[in-house]
Nanobody
């Protein structure tokens, strides 16, 4: 059974940083690209970042370029999202999913809440 479990969310002040983790199981993790998405109330779910199966290629949404970094550890079956210079508009539920833009597989994980507020 495929499982994607996000963790690491919480409350952070504007300008702060936070690192999210997505622990994967039930499939051959190293064979799949992985992506992070987010959704805020009243907004559609949107892509944040994606990383190739090897970790050698990444892509980012314009609104996070230079602030967020996606990475993965295939030995630990985990993908990470390092977030810096956080803004209130980054407040959302962040979830992970197998795949790359245009080629996603299965559903998102349950998500972890990130709140950026002073």
């Amino acid at each position: 059974q495929v499982q994607l479990v996000e963790s690491g969310g919480g409350l952070v002040q504007p300008g702060g940083s936070l690192t999210l983790s997505c622990a994967a199981s039930g499939f051959t993790f190293s064979n799949y690209a992985m992506s992070w998405h987010r959704q805020s109330p009243g907004k559609e779910r949107e892509l944040v970042a994606a990383i190739s199966s090897s970790g050698r290629s990444t892509t980012y949404a314009d609104f996070v370029k230079g602030r967020f970094t996606i990475s993965r550890d295939n030995a630990k079956n985990t993908v990470y999202l390092q977030m810096t210079s956080l803004r209130p508009q980054d407040t959302a539920v962040y979830s992970c999913r197998r795949g790359w833009p245009g080629a996603y597989f299965g559903s998102w994980g349950q998500g972890t809440q990130v709140a950026v507020s002073s």
